[in-house]
């Protein structure tokens, strides 16, 4: 049911430690990587067809290969670890139990596009994470893995982690960056991108922890022989984590395009005793709901999930039982996405306030039946328009919630005598 | 080296465009506005406010034309129903939490709010909710106040202090609707005051004109400020004959988009107390009031008798006009040229954005027509003191053999005082003209309100000095102009009305080589 590439050793206790990690075969990729043309490492996660697992599902070779080979400037790999969206716990799994892999594979990418310096930016209320990365990072640079000459060559290769404050915002990428700099963190416009100007003004890769932890098994097994694994349009496997009231909620590895129902009843054990699934979030609280008719015809995919009207996401699952509150979920979402917006962009800063007073006035009772058009008509406004995904991510799940059940909101608005 | 062009179309019209042109502005030279809150030609583009969105074709989304660059072939739509559609929602998202004070908000009128949503037709507001409450009415600095509640948030203040001021008290607190515009410390940089005209709605606003005059009833006058040597390109509002304010006017090679905090109050000279308004005569120690022809008369017998032995002190606060035209006096009179300009009066010192340490307007056009031998020196063999609005002679018992002396300027002085002929002046505001500024720049003011009655500009009097010497009788500032043009390289192949808005620089010049290059 599962499939290991990553978590194959996670049921060892002494594989976050580096004498565990090396027994288990680590730091044997970045040795091959550095046998190789960093173009040829490049070649091998092209043909992975690896999508970034931050949630965009970007290609991460292509995205290595806009690096600039002939730059005066600076290069930097930046490790996307703030992982914030709701439902979403992946990142934080792979931090405990592997951090070495993460290690690892930073620093093939950093082999890959010439670079001799990387962040890992880590989510701030990450506290117990920065502790444990740091010991590893620093295991690392004892033992020559990071530091100068890595590996006994002669490629130097500095690691250091960053703290965020806790903001969601500086998960997206250039208000990572900006945060990084060390000023407000809030997105930058596009173009330029980061591999041009990114870091600094300098070219910059920026990948999430499991898009980099994964690396280490492309570079030892090749890229084709990942992408022989999951569909055509989403190779290999994904880490997956499930919440709600499911037996087993956790973090599975499995193969893409596995069935969602499958992943639900079998790896999660299904639904706790009483509860019935109500819904189904399926990549975290960006993406729009399925209903369990749908979860039946989903599969753990980018493009099964696209075709329903959702996404892949984070694939952090979230579970809804049947007698959940549609009103009061919508309302917490739309909460977290006015609290994070960075209140740059009209659109965003204005809609995602106005969604959520309008949710909160629903859910008090006050609604009424116009407040239902405002929504669409709120959510629609804020799409497309502003600098970063945010008012897009918050747009979303308004409008996918309303599509899914218009009888919830139907009721929610309508008087209580007439009901 | 001919700019690189692209051609692109907005709404079916072919535009050429220098390359690396913003849509906006690419758009802005065809002719076609574009709305806009955050963009600003003088401060960087962060592109936020979401107001300027155009279809580019090829473009899934539409894109911010104030951080976009025209590239060749690009087809560009700011009037098709997605457009239309995209800024009347993002007008209402700047709207919801706007207090929508109006009718006592001192920016209405000139609000980029107020135009907007009433060109979009949206008086009535779907937001039916509570809205963010801030901070309003605080004196940030000396010069201005500031009410959060208005703000849209453009950042436009944050960018001009630390980009232009790099004096940084501006910042934007909070985040999502909760973000909030705040002073950090006390506003009270030279430039402060370009914080209200920036802000496009009534947030920032002014101290010195809040709630002076409503600014539909203002009429408005293009100016040069006579503060320094920069001789930044301004605008004068004016209302019942009354200078209300001034505001900088962009000139690129000059000031930008920007003016000190200082030269913007010196509208107040116009009418202030010590102004001179009336012509005087001086005997028995004491000051009477005569009519123009009378003081006139007066002046001119004085310079018939004394002609070659008069002493004369220019000013670099005239016109390039005055000064030529008494320049020209001075030689039908045969006497010696004006002697050298005196230092500016202190005050600040050049700093690296625009006030020039040199407080005086027309030090570069008034030198053309100056010698080199200071005032004092001329004074000891002189019978006769011609003093131009400086106040150069304060104490004349140092010089007995001194007959007489004659003040011309604008206000009150010991020197005005102690003179026997006082002829007042009229102020750069009352009268067109022309100044050059540090640059060689020459440009244009134009008259803004009228001079007390019977107060002319300094070229009339002396023109009509002149013409008992035999001189010519000039008609107007423009024939002035001419004359001078045709004598001083300065002002070489330049025309008044030639100089256009912008003014232009003698081709000998360091600008002018430089805009060559
Ligand atoms: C509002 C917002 C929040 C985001 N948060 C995260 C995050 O916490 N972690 C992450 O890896 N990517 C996050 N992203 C996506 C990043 O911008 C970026 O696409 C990603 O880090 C790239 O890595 P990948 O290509 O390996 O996925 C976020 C994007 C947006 C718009
Ligand atoms: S979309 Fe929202 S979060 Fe993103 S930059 Fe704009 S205001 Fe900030
Ligand atoms: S105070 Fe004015 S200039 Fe400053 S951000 Fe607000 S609206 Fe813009
Ligand atoms: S810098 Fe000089 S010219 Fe410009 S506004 Fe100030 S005083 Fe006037
Ligand atoms: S003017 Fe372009 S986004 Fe504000």
Same mark, same amino acid.
């Given at each position: 049911?599962?499939?290991?590439?990553?978590?194959?050793?996670?049921?060892?206790?002494?594989?976050?430690?580096?004498?565990?990690?090396?027994?288990? &075969?680590?730091?044997?990729?970045?040795?091959?990587?550095?046998?190789?043309?960093?173009?040829?490492?490049?070649?091998?996660?092209?043909?992975?067809?690896?999508?970034?697992?931050?949630?965009?599902?970007?290609?991460?070779?292509?995205?290595?290969?806009?690096?600039?080979?002939?730059?005066?400037?600076?290069?930097?790999?930046?490790?996307?670890?703030?992982?914030?969206?709701?439902?979403?716990?992946?990142?934080?799994?792979?931090?405990?139990?592997?951090?070495?892999?993460?290690?690892?594979?930073?620093?093939?990418?950093?082999?890959?596009?010439?670079?001799?310096?990387?962040?890992?930016?880590?989510?701030?209320?990450?506290?117990?994470?920065?502790?444990?990365?740091?010991?590893?990072?620093?295991?690392?640079?004892?033992?020559?893995?990071?530091?100068?000459?890595?590996?006994?060559?002669?490629?130097?290769?500095?690691?250091?982690?960053?703290?965020?404050?806790?903001?969601?915002?500086?998960?997206?990428?250039? &208000?990572?960056?900006?945060?990084?700099?060390?000023?407000?963190?809030?997105?930058?416009?596009?173009?330029?991108?980061?591999?041009?100007?990114?870091?600094?003004?300098?070219?910059? #890769?920026?990948?999430? #922890?499991?898009?980099?932890?994964?690396?280490?098994?492309?570079?030892?097994?090749?890229?084709?022989?990942?992408?022989?694994?999951?569909?055509?349009?989403?190779?290999?496997?994904?880490?997956?984590?499930?919440?709600?009231?499911?037996?087993?909620?956790?973090?599975?590895?499995?193969?893409?395009?596995?069935?969602?129902?499958?992943?639900?009843?079998?790896?999660?054990?299904?639904?706790?005793?009483?509860?019935?699934?109500?819904?189904?979030?399926?990549?975290?609280?960006?993406?729009?709901?399925?209903?369990?008719?749908?979860?039946?015809?989903?599969?753990?995919?980018?493009?099964?999930?696209?075709?329903?009207?959702?996404?892949?996401?984070?694939?952090?699952?979230?579970?809804?039982?049947?007698?959940?509150? #549609?009103?009061?979920?919508?309302?917490?979402?739309?909460?977290?996405?006015?609290?994070?917006?960075?209140?740059?962009?009209?659109?965003?800063?204005?809609?995602?306030?106005?969604?959520?007073?309008?949710?909160?006035?629903?859910?008090?009772?006050?609604?009424?039946?116009?407040?239902?058009?405002?929504?669409?008509?709120?959510?629609?406004?804020?799409?497309?328009?502003?600098?970063?995904?945010?008012?897009?991510?918050?747009?979303?799940?308004?409008?996918?919630?309303?599509?899914?059940?218009?009888?919830?909101?139907?009721?929610?608005?309508?008087?209580?005598?007439?009901? | 080296?001919?700019?690189?062009?692209? +051609?692109?179309?907005?709404? @079916?019209?072919?535009?050429?465009?220098?390359? @690396?042109?913003?849509?906006?502005?690419?758009?802005?030279?065809?002719?076609?506005?574009?709305?806009?809150?955050?963009?600003?030609?003088?401060?960087?583009?962060?592109?936020?406010?979401?107001?300027?969105?155009?279809?580019?074709?090829?473009?899934?989304?539409?894109?911010?034309?104030?951080?976009?660059?025209?590239?060749?072939?690009?087809?560009?739509?700011?009037?098709?129903?997605?457009?239309?559609?995209?800024?009347?929602?993002?007008?209402?998202?700047?709207?919801?939490?706007?207090?929508?004070?109006?009718?006592?908000?001192?920016?209405?009128?000139?609000?980029?709010?107020?135009?907007?949503?009433?060109?979009?037709?949206?008086?009535?507001?779907?937001?039916?909710?509570?809205?963010?409450?801030?901070?309003?009415?605080? +004196?940030?600095?000396?010069?201005?106040?500031?009410?959060?509640?208005?703000?849209?948030?453009?950042?436009?203040?944050?960018?001009?202090?630390?980009?232009?001021?790099?004096?940084?008290?501006?910042?934007?607190?909070?985040?999502?609707?909760?973000?909030?515009?705040?002073?950090?410390?006390?506003?009270?940089?030279?430039?402060?005051?370009?914080?209200?005209?920036?802000?496009?709605?009534?947030?920032?606003?002014?101290?010195?004109?809040?709630?002076?005059?409503?600014?539909?009833?203002? +009429?408005?006058?293009?100016?040069?400020?006579? @503060?320094?040597?920069?001789?930044?390109?301004?605008?004068?509002?004016?209302?019942?004959?009354?200078?209300?304010?001034?505001?900088?006017?962009?000139?690129?090679?000059?000031?930008?988009?920007?003016?000190?905090?200082?030269?913007?109050?010196?509208?107040?000279?116009?009418?202030?107390?010590?102004?001179?308004?009336?012509?005087?005569?001086?005997?028995?120690?004491?000051?009477?009031?005569?009519?123009?022809?009378?003081?006139?008369?007066?002046?001119?017998?004085?310079?018939?008798?004394?002609?070659?032995?008069?002493?004369?002190?220019?000013?670099?606060?005239?016109?390039?006009?005055?000064?030529?035209?008494?320049?020209?006096?001075?030689?039908?009179?045969?006497?010696?040229?004006?002697?050298?300009?005196?230092?500016?009066?202190?005050?600040?010192?050049?700093?690296?954005?625009?006030?020039?340490?040199?407080?005086?307007?027309?030090?570069?056009?008034?030198?053309?027509?100056?010698?080199?031998?200071?005032?004092?020196?001329?004074?000891?063999?002189?019978?006769?003191?011609?003093?131009?609005?400086?106040?150069?002679?304060?104490?004349?018992?140092?010089?007995?053999?001194?007959?007489?002396?004659?003040?011309?300027?604008?206000?009150?002085?010991?020197?005005?005082?102690?003179?026997?002929?006082?002829?007042?002046?009229?102020?750069?505001?009352?009268?067109?003209?022309?100044?050059?500024?540090?640059?060689?720049?020459?440009?244009?003011?134009?008259?803004?309100?009228?001079?007390?009655?019977?107060?002319?500009?300094?070229?009339?009097?002396?023109?009509?000095?002149?013409?008992?010497?035999?001189?010519?009788?000039?008609?107007?500032?423009?024939?002035?102009?001419?004359?001078?043009?045709?004598?001083?390289?300065?002002?070489? +192949?330049?025309?008044?009305?030639?100089?256009?808005?912008?003014?232009?620089?003698?081709?000998?010049?360091?600008?002018?080589?430089?805009?060559?290059?």
């Amino acid at each position: 049911m599962e499939k290991k590439l990553l978590t194959k050793y996670w049921h060892d206790p002494n594989h976050k430690m580096l004498d565990g990690y090396l027994k288990n &075969g680590g730091y044997t990729a970045i040795k091959k990587a550095l046998g190789m043309e960093p173009d040829a490492v490049i070649e091998e996660a092209k043909q992975s067809k690896l999508r970034g697992r931050g949630g965009a599902g970007f290609p991460a070779g292509m995205k290595w290969s806009f690096i600039p080979k002939k730059t005066d400037k600076p290069k930097y790999v930046v490790c996307n670890a703030d992982e914030s969206e709701p439902g979403t716990f992946k990142d934080r799994e792979i931090i405990h139990k592997d951090p070495h892999s993460l290690i690892e594979g930073i620093a093939i990418c950093a082999w890959a596009v010439q670079s001799h310096t990387a962040f890992i930016y880590i989510r701030g209320e990450f506290t117990e994470e920065a502790k444990m990365l740091e010991r590893a990072i620093q295991e690392a640079y004892d033992h020559g893995y990071l530091g100068k000459g890595i590996c006994g060559t002669a490629f130097d290769l500095e690691l250091i982690l960053h703290r965020g404050a806790g903001a969601y915002i500086c998960g997206e990428e250039t &208000g990572m960056l900006e945060s990084l700099e060390g000023k407000k963190g809030q997105p930058r416009n596009k173009p330029p991108f980061p591999a041009t100007e990114g870091l600094f003004q300098c070219p910059t #890769v920026i990948n999430n #922890v499991e898009t980099l932890a994964v690396m280490p098994w492309i570079v030892l097994n090749g890229g084709a022989e990942y992408a022989k694994l999951g569909t055509p349009d989403s190779t290999g496997t994904k880490l997956v984590g499930i919440s709600g009231p499911v037996k087993r909620p956790g973090v599975y590895e499995i193969e893409m395009g596995m069935p969602l129902m499958t992943f639900i009843n079998e790896l999660a054990g299904g639904m706790i005793e009483g509860k019935t699934l109500g819904a189904v979030i399926p990549g975290g609280s960006s993406t729009p709901p399925l209903t369990p008719a749908q979860c039946e015809q989903a599969k753990i995919s980018y493009e099964s999930l696209d075709k329903l009207g959702s996404a892949l996401g984070t694939a952090g699952i979230i579970v809804l039982p049947d007698d959940f509150s #549609v009103i009061e979920a919508m309302t917490v979402i739309a909460r977290f996405y006015a609290d994070e917006s960075c209140g740059q962009c009209t659109p965003c800063r204005e809609g995602t306030g106005w969604l959520y007073k309008t949710m909160k006035r629903i859910y008090a009772g006050k609604g009424a039946a116009q407040d239902l058009q405002m929504l669409s008509h709120i959510s629609a406004g804020m799409k497309g328009r502003t600098i970063c995904a945010l008012a897009d991510a918050a747009a979303w799940p308004m409008e996918g919630f309303l599509r899914t059940f218009p009888e919830a909101f139907q009721k929610a608005v309508t008087p209580k005598q007439a009901r | 080296m001919a700019q690189e062009t692209v +051609k692109i179309t907005i709404n @079916g019209k072919e535009v050429v465009a220098p390359k @690396g042109t913003l849509i906006i502005e690419a758009a802005a030279q065809a002719g076609v506005e574009i709305p806009h809150y955050c963009y600003h030609p003088h401060l960087s583009r962060p592109a936020v406010c979401r107001m300027c969105l155009v279809d580019v074709e090829g473009q899934r989304k539409l894109q911010p034309s104030c951080s976009t660059p025209v590239q060749s072939g690009q087809v560009i739509r700011t009037d098709s129903p997605k457009v239309q559609e995209a800024v009347r929602e993002v007008l209402e998202f700047t709207l919801i939490n706007h207090p929508l004070d109006c009718p006592v908000c001192d920016q209405a009128g000139e609000c980029g709010l107020q135009n907007n949503y009433q060109d979009y037709g949206l008086y009535n507001t779907k937001f039916t909710l509570p809205k963010v409450h801030k901070a309003k009415v605080q +004196k940030i600095g000396p010069t201005l106040t500031l009410d959060a509640e208005r703000c849209i948030l453009c950042s436009r203040c944050v960018r001009f202090t630390d980009e232009i001021t790099k004096t940084h008290e501006m910042g934007i607190m909070q985040r999502g609707d909760h973000a909030e515009i705040r002073a950090v410390k006390e506003v009270n940089n030279p430039y402060s005051t370009n914080l209200a005209d920036i802000c496009p709605v009534g947030a920032l606003t002014q101290n010195d004109f809040r709630f002076k005059v409503r600014v539909w009833y203002l +009429k408005h006058e293009q100016s040069i400020c006579p @503060g320094c040597a920069r001789g930044c390109n301004i605008v004068v509002d004016h209302y019942r004959g009354e200078a209300q304010r001034m505001r900088p006017r962009n000139n690129n090679a000059v000031n930008q988009s920007w003016m000190c905090d200082d030269g913007r109050l010196l509208y107040k000279a116009i009418r202030s107390e010590d102004r001179l308004n009336a012509p005087m005569l001086r005997k028995d120690g004491k000051r009477l009031a005569v009519t123009p022809s009378v003081a006139f008369s007066e002046a001119l017998q004085l310079l018939e008798k004394h002609a070659k032995h008069t002493a004369t002190q220019g000013s670099a606060f005239v016109s390039n006009e005055d000064a030529f035209a008494l320049a020209m006096l001075l030689k039908m009179m045969q006497a010696p040229v004006a002697a050298s300009l005196r230092e500016s009066p202190a005050g600040w010192d050049d700093d690296a954005l625009l006030r020039k340490a040199d407080r005086t307007p027309n030090r570069t056009g008034a030198s053309a027509f100056s010698g080199t031998e200071d005032f004092a020196v001329r004074l000891k063999n002189a019978t006769l003191a011609l003093v131009i609005q400086e106040d150069a002679l304060p104490d004349r018992s140092l010089y007995p053999q001194l007959a007489g002396v004659i003040y011309v300027g604008t206000h009150d002085c010991p020197t005005a005082k102690a003179a026997d002929v006082v002829l007042p002046m009229a102020m750069w505001a009352e009268y067109e003209g022309s100044f050059t500024n540090f640059q060689g720049r020459v440009q244009r003011f134009r008259p803004v309100v009228a001079a007390p009655e019977g107060v002319v500009p300094l070229w009339q009097l002396a023109s009509r000095w002149s013409q008992a010497f035999g001189g010519k009788l000039f008609a107007s500032a423009a024939e002035v102009f001419r004359a001078m043009a045709t004598e001083h390289p300065l002002f070489a +192949k330049m025309t008044f009305d030639g100089l256009g808005e912008l003014g232009l620089c003698a081709p000998s010049t360091e600008q002018s080589k430089e805009a060559q290059a």
